[in-house]
Each structure stands twice: as structure tokens, then as C-alpha cells.
């Protein structure tokens, strides 16, 4: 689980992504939509991913933050 902070009320997208930048996880649309002032958890779900290196990319206006997760089964 990832804890993000948020720190302006405003729409936000973000995917995880593998280390090839394929996709993985969630659907480009559930990271996507307005999240209030405060601290948010991200449940990543790894079930059907191989171990290894992944991406959370995370934008608003013009933040971006792009978070490292290593997947250990």
C-alpha cells in the first residue's frame, strides 16, 4: 500500500507501470478523478505479476512524482 500525499484539492491521474513501461495492475481510469487535501493510500495489487521493479506515476497540473515499488512473491 502507498501512502500519497496530497497537498492541493485538484484532479489527479496515475498507472502503474513495469519497468518496461507496460501498464500493469489498474486500469488507466482508477487512479483518475478529484482526491481531497490530505494523505491518500494506493492499494497496488500484485496478484498475476511476476517479482520485480514497478512504477506508480502519479500527475496533477504540472506535479508529477513517479514512485519506485519492488514486487517480492
Known amino acids: 500500500?502507498?501512502?500519497v500525499?496530497?497537498?492541493l484539492s485538484q484532479e489527479r491521474n496515475g498507472r502503474?507501470?513495469?519497468i518496461n513501461g507496460r501498464v500493469v495492475g489498474?486500469?488507466?481510469s482508477d487512479l483518475q478523478g478529484?482526491?481531497?487535501l490530505g494523505?491518500?493510500?494506493i492499494l497496488f495489487d500484485g496478484t498475476?505479476?511476476?517479482s520485480g521493479i514497478?512504477?506508480?506515476r502519479l500527475e496533477a497540473g504540472d506535479f508529477t512524482q513517479t514512485q519506485k515499488l519492488v514486487l517480492m512473491k
Do not use: K
Request: no cysteine.
Open 1 to 3: 500500500m502507498l501512502r
Open 5 to 7: 500525499p496530497i497537498l
Open 16 to 18: 502503474f507501470s513495469d
Open 26 to 28: 489498474f486500469g488507466e
Open 34 to 36: 478529484y482526491y481531497p
Open 39 to 41: 494523505t491518500h493510500n
Open 48 to 50: 498475476g505479476l511476476e
Open 54 to 56: 514497478y512504477f506508480v
